[in-house]
């Protein structure tokens, strides 16, 4: 059984900082992409950032420049710097993932996290 474990959400002051951790766990062969998503009450999830398999990234438009996305393979982790938080990037944070696993090889699975809160305070 595959998981994906968010962590590191809180409540900051804007203009602050947070690091969102996503710990994928299980028989997991390989990540492919990783990305992070984010909904707000009655809204659509949204993307903030992603990143393929072979290192490239894309962010929203609003998080240019104040958020990066990176990951360490050897933990299967990934990771979300995020700077210069503004109110509205309150929501809820979701980790996402295509990754390989032992048991269904060579197809690519899409897993989602439980989601950790972000509350930015004005």
């Known amino acids: 059984q595959v998981q994906l474990v968010e962590s590191g959400g809180g409540l900051v002051q804007a203009g602050g900082s947070l690091r969102l951790s996503c710990a994928a766990s299980?028989?997991?062969?390989?990540?492919?992409?990783i990305g992070w998503y984010r909904q707000l009450p009655g809204k659509q999830r949204e993307l903030v950032a992603r990143q393929t398999g072979g290192g490239s990234t894309n962010y929203a438009d609003s998080v240019k420049g104040r958020f990066t996305i990176s990951r360490d393979n050897a933990k299967n982790t990934a990771y979300l710097q995020m700077n210069s938080l503004k109110p509205e990037d309150t929501a809820v944070y979701y980790c996402n993932a295509d990754l390989w696993t032992i048991r269904t090889m060579p197809a690519l699975n899409n897993y989602w996290g439980q989601g950790t809160q972000v509350t930015v305070s004005s």
């Open positions: 299980g028989s997991i062969v390989s990540i492919n992409a």
